[in-house]
T-cell receptor, first 113, second 112 residues
């Protein structure tokens, strides 16, 4: 099992460009999450999907959209990137909604210039 | 590796010593507490958890202590090894909610 995979690993964007971060899990988990991690801070929840077909806003959703494509895949889209979105993005999954044991991907380092 | 954690509290210990990492949590309504370990260039990894109705839980070389009176959580690592060098996050889950709130983290350095 690969666990949680994310693509790309690194990305540089110019202000105003758009892109989609991809995430997939092969553990048959119901819930999936997108977090961002900034220097000196813990992870902050952007969006989550409690189950296939549902998505909800987290703590910092502004400037992002998500799609739960199927049970395996959960993508994060930046429609018009801003320098404030420079961060490391982590996707995670868990067996059930809000489960304390979340499995994280390796992260995507995004720089917006 | 990532630049996250540049300004984190840091704990430096000698290999073989015990480590204690502390965390103050924010919400008295939290019912689960979790410790995650994040190595450079990787995503966080679950270490151990504890429910709010417990004071102590032990795993392999790790012990988590919970003091609800002062809203304090600690992670004890026995016989610390170089492979334990990482950033450690405590996290809390509020009762009935979906959200896990992560602390800022503590960087552990293990000196050989």
């Amino acid at each position: 099992n690969a666990g949680v995979t994310q693509t790309p690993k690194f990305q540089v964007l110019k202000t105003g460009q758009s892109m989609t971060l991809q995430c997939a899990q092969d553990m048959n988990h119901n819930s999936m999450y997108w977090y961002r991690q900034d220097p000196g801070m813990g992870l902050r929840l952007i969006y989550y999907s409690a189950s296939e077909g549902t998505t909800d806003k987290g703590e910092v959703p502004n400037g992002y959209n998500v799609s739960r494509l199927n049970k395996r895949e959960f993508s994060l889209r930046l429609e018009s990137a801003a320098p404030s979105q420079t961060s490391v993005y982590f996707c995670a999954s868990s067996e059930r909604r809000g489960s304390y044991e979340q499995y994280f991907g390796p992260g995507t380092r995004l720089t917006v210039t | 590796g990532e630049s996250v954690g540049l300004h984190l509290p840091t704990l430096s210990v000698q290999e073989g010593d015990n480590s204690i990492i502390n965390c103050a949590y924010s919400n008295s309504a939290s019912d689960y507490f979790i410790w995650y370990k994040q190595e450079s260039g990787k995503g966080p990894q679950f270490i151990i958890d504890i429910r709010s109705n417990m004071d102590k839980r032990q795993g392999q070389r790790v012990t988590v202590l919970l003091n609800k009176t002062v809203k304090h959580l600690s992670l004890q690592i026995a016989a610390t090894q170089p492979g334990d060098s990482a950033v450690y996050f405590c996290a809390e889950k509020v009762t009935g909610g979906f959200k896990t709130i992560f602390g800022a983290g503590t960087r552990l350095f293990v000196k050989a």
